[in-house]
């Protein structure tokens, strides 16, 4: 139960450096005084959310055992 609850966490972690890269982005952008156009902004608001979507899926899908090979060693996988 641990391992999944730290999985979870490390899922969580990675949404949040995404998230984090992508403020940080437009922070920059409109620092320097480059207009992002409405258009792309929201664009890239869902990019970054069907990002995170993958993210917390793939932690699903491992922690239920039904992602390709996440059930064996690496080294078992070529067998």
């Known amino acids: 139960m641990g391992a999944i609850l730290i999985g979870f ?13 992508a403020f940080c982005f437009v922070w920059a952008m409109r620092w320097l005084g480059i207009a992002i156009d409405g258009d792309v902004l929201k664009w890239g608001r ?11 899926l793939t932690w699903l899908l491992g922690a239920l055992g039904l992602l390709g090979g996440a059930a064996y060693p690496h080294f078992f996988r070529g067998w």
């Open 46 to 56: 869902i990019i970054v959310g069907l990002i995170c979507v993958i993210v917390m």
């Open 9 to 21: 966490l490390q899922a969580l972690l990675y949404c949040a450096i995404i998230i984090f890269i």
